[in-house]
């Protein structure tokens, strides 16, 4: 009797836990979780396609997701993971801002310590702390900010000096030059013309004898 209570109670506890880590996440491949973000870190176990999980946080550009799945806590790379969002499944890399998954940092020792104690290569954590080991976050660079250029300063256009033109001077009468004298035409002087003579009247042949 008292078994059979130990492991009614056994199965209470599970299905508590397994409610306490909501599946919202789901695996798109058979993909490995691991004991850190990156390929390198060792296998915790093998997760196939359609796998529910907690998905607890995401590394900048949502590369990695620190996500719970059958109790046991590990990374999964992002590119296979989607969420159940908007009832319907989207890739957390491509939904991950609006759906509003946090996101986390890595710190092996402090992970590891709280994890992993019991794994054989947990006294292995120092090498994986080494640089060229594993996953190490970029130091954030120290850019300086950008340099806005300035507005065109709007000058007022300087005055121009008027300009000062001399009086027009009067123009002098223009004098018309004497008529020149005619020329005598060339050839004989005009000669005065001789009178007139009237032409002789003819004879009535009535008065010269006639009858």
Known sequence: MRRFLGFAAA???????????AANGFTTANVSLRAGPDS?????????????V??????????????????????????FLQYDWD????????????????IVTFVLGNYWDSYYRTRPWYRDRDRWNRPGYGYHPRPP?????????????HRPPSPKPPVTRPPARPKPPVAAPPPRPVPP???????PKPPAHPKPRPKDKDNNGGG
Not at 69 to 77: I, L, N, Q, S
Not at 87 to 102: A, E, F, H, N, T
């Open 87 to 102: 009832s319907r499944r989207v890739l957390v890399p491509d939904y991950g801002v609006r759906i509003g998954i946090p």
């Open 185 to 191: 035409s060339a050839g004989h002087p005009n000669r």
């Open 40 to 52: 390198s870190y060792p296998r915790i176990m093998r997760l196939y396609a359609g796998t529910a």
């Open 54 to 79: 907690s998905i607890q946080g995401c590394l900048e550009a949502y590369a990695w997701c620190d996500v719970i799945a059958y109790g046991e806590r590990g990374w999964v790379a992002g590119r």
């Open 141 to 153: 660079s120290h850019r300086p900010p950008p340099v806005r250029p300035r507005p065109p300063a």
């Open 11 to 21: 199965l209470m506890c599970l299905a508590m836990s397994a409610s306490a880590f």
